[in-house]
């Protein structure tokens, strides 16, 4: 069993399940020829995963832990998807809790409307706005924005992943009585009619990944963005993407008649957040690999815990692994910015 390819977007695999699909990752040492995942630093090659088998699994492995205690005590459920940052301090003071175990997520959805332009188009609307995320995840962002940031708006959050989406409908849509919808579909292909929204929401979306070149996907996927928007509605986006990719990104979008109006480089306060959430994610990963019995199997159960242990940290951007080094070194920054469709 490859847990990196073979488990499908469109499958919600229970505990249960799960329990069979890691027993059988784990028991699959026996006939691989080597490791996906390099045990050092949790990196695993592009080529070697799906993403939509990836976040089947996560999404899946988040439901089936339901609530668990953060190394303060509080209790939560793992729905933000994201690493996030701490509040940048040229921000003013951080909307959200100290004390939320999540409030790093949180600050990234947050971040997303702080830019003056986008106030300023909020305030004309009189925050009657209407919201599509393009790769929503369990919708966890898109009910703090509906709750939290903007509570005139309106909201559909689009994900490829079933598993994301029946979170979001479970836990956030039924308290948000028709402001907030949940569609899982790809994208890129969205029957949603033209100039529908005035923000597409993008945040760390699994897009423009390859370091200084745009793929086809993500072609389609910015064609969409523009697509969707009204006239003088905005793209707003955040991510930690390799830092030669927001340039070819940029050109793109302005080709398709968008106009860059806010850039915030927030990958010093991306750092802070991974540094003072790692005992958070340590726990966590702790707690996922004692709930599985796979990895109890004597020698193979052992060697499968520790790939998996580092892959989870490295997904998350934990320190010492890969993908926290690659913002470290520059290789990648996490930036905040605000594309207009010109009018």
Not at 103 to 113: M, T
Not at 118 to 141: L, Q, S
Request: some cysteine.
């Amino acid at each position: 069993m490859d847990i990196f390819t073979k488990l499908s977007n469109r499958s919600e695999y229970s505990k249960n399940q799960l329990q069979v699909i890691l027993g059988a990752w784990v028991m699959s040492t026996v006939v691989e020829k080597a490791s996906k995942v390099i045990v050092s630093n949790g990196h695993v090659e592009e080529g070697e995963y799906d993403k939509r088998s990836i976040y089947s699994l996560l999404y899946a492995l988040y439901r089936s832990m339901g609530d668990v205690p953060s190394e303060t005590g509080e209790r939560y459920e793992f729905t933000f998807n994201t690493w996030g940052y701490a509040w940048p301090k040229q921000w003013g003071q951080c909307p959200n809790s100290p004390k939320d175990p999540q409030r790093f997520g949180r600050n990234a959805y947050s971040g997303l409307y702080q830019a003056k332009p986008v106030r300023d188009y909020i305030e004309k609307k009189a925050g009657k706005v209407h919201i599509i995320e393009m790769g929503c995840g369990t919708g966890a962002g898109a009910h703090h924005v509906c709750k939290n940031v903007l509570p005139e708006c309106t909201y559909e959050a689009v994900d490829m992943q079933q598993s994301g989406i029946s979170t979001c409908n479970r836990k956030y849509v039924p308290e948000l009585r028709g402001r907030l919808k949940a569609t899982c579909a790809d994208a890129t292909r969205l029957a949603t009619p033209d100039a529908t929204a005035d923000f597409i929401a993008v945040n760390e979306t699994h897009v423009t990944e390859f370091a200084g070149r745009l793929t086809s996907e993500d072609h389609a996927f910015f064609a969409t963005a523009y697509r969707l928007l009204k006239p003088g509605g905005f793209l707003v986006w955040g991510n930690a993407i390799p830092a030669s990719t927001w340039q070819p990104s940029f050109d793109y979008l302005e080709y398709l008649g968008m106009k860059l109006v806010a850039r915030e480089d927030v990958t010093k306060e991306a750092i802070q957040a991974r540094d003072e959430d790692k005992a958070r994610i340590d726990l966590y990963a702790e707690a996922c690999l004692r709930a599985f019995h796979g990895f109890k199997i004597p020698i193979l159960g052992t060697s499968k815990r520790i790939e998996a242990d580092q892959a989870l940290k490295n997904f998350a951007r934990n320190p010492g692994t890969s993908m926290y080094d690659m913002m470290v070194d520059g290789r990648h920054t996490y930036e905040v910015v605000a594309l207009q469709k010109v009018s």
